[in-house]
């Protein structure tokens, strides 16, 4: 039987970041009972803990919600920072000019594009889709899914709208890459592609250059008294690897994918089998330990 190596973890890890699709919660979008006994357990013990997430705050909410816990949030992937009682603590919105290039660049390409907001923070809807082209299968879904949390417009630059977080776009993989070459063509953008969770196809993630998962963390941990040298992040996907590479301890999930993999300094267990509960059960023996 091989013999599993496990890197020396910090001895005082004092915030525990925890992405939210793939990680806390399973493929049917729950969190397992053992995994919310593990971050309740953390919590109570006084290790803070964040949700780092490229979800709207009102989806992370529901997460919160199955915790029963209110935790800070960096959310719609570095862009918005949450206290725990929901007060906005640092925003990162686009300029009006920025959406306006960038609904351009998506339009000439046939490409809608959905604009996310604070809702919570400004009131409106959580996101706003461009209606002036035609909407492929994955984003029609996602509209549908949303509900009466989003909004559409066939003219969104028209609100000359400063309050515009992430841009994202659902669709083809080979069309979505093309779109993310120009976008980031300027070097004013930050763009993630990723094999969509909860919605068919990929999605192309879109935010301002110097906005991250880690930037957002290590901001609040500054602000919040913690050494970012005392900070643990645990992930699956592409937009979770600045704050694995940054982090003391920077872990991936069994399901993640082998970039999060070979980025990180320990791989635990899958979102299916508890990993989340396994880093916590480390983490607290190492404080215990100390």
């Given at each position: 039987m091989p013999v599993i190596v496990v890197p020396r973890i910090p001895k005082r890890v004092s915030l525990l970041a925890i992405d939210v699709d793939g990680t806390l919660v399973n493929e049917d979008n729950r969190v397992l009972p053992e995994t919310r006994a593990a971050v309740r357990r953390a919590h109570g013990e006084g290790l803070a803990v964040v949700l780092a997430t490229g979800r709207r705050y009102r989806t992370t909410r529901q997460a919160m919600e199955e915790l029963s816990l209110r935790l800070p949030v960096v959310c719609l992937g570095g862009a918005l920072t949450k206290s725990s009682t929901g007060e906005t603590l640092h925003s990162a919105p686009f300029t009006v000019g920025q959406v306006e290039h960038l609904l351009g660049l998506a339009r000439s390409r046939g490409q809608a594009l959905i604009l996310q907001r604070d809702a919570d923070g400004r009131g409106g809807p959580d996101f706003v889709v461009?209606?002036?082209?035609?909407?492929?299968?994955?984003?029609?879904?996602?509209v549908d899914f949303g509900g009466d949390s989003g909004g559409q417009d066939t003219r969104p630059e028209d609100a000359c709208r400063d309050d515009v977080l992430v841009v994202g776009a659902f669709g083809d993989h080979d069309d979505l890459r093309r779109l993310e070459a120009a976008i980031t063509d300027t070097g004013d953008f930050a763009t993630v592609l990723v094999e969509s969770k909860r919605t068919p196809g990929w999605y192309l993630e879109t935010i301002r250059g110097h906005v991250d998962k880690w930037a957002g963390i290590r901001r609040f941990a500054v602000e919040s008294g913690v050494d970012p040298r005392a900070i643990c992040a645990v992930g699956d996907a592409a937009n979770d690897l600045p704050m694995i590479r940054g982090a003391a301890f920077g872990v991936a999930m069994g399901n993640a994918d082998p970039v999060v993999k070979q980025a990180a300094d320990w791989v635990t267990?899958?979102?299916?089998?508890?990993?989340?509960?396994?880093?916590?059960?480390?983490?607290?023996?190492?404080r215990d330990d100390g």
């Open positions: 461009d209606a002036s082209v035609s909407w492929n299968e994955p984003t029609r879904h996602y267990e899958s979102n299916e089998n508890n990993g989340v509960a396994a880093l916590v059960e480390r983490l607290l023996a190492v």
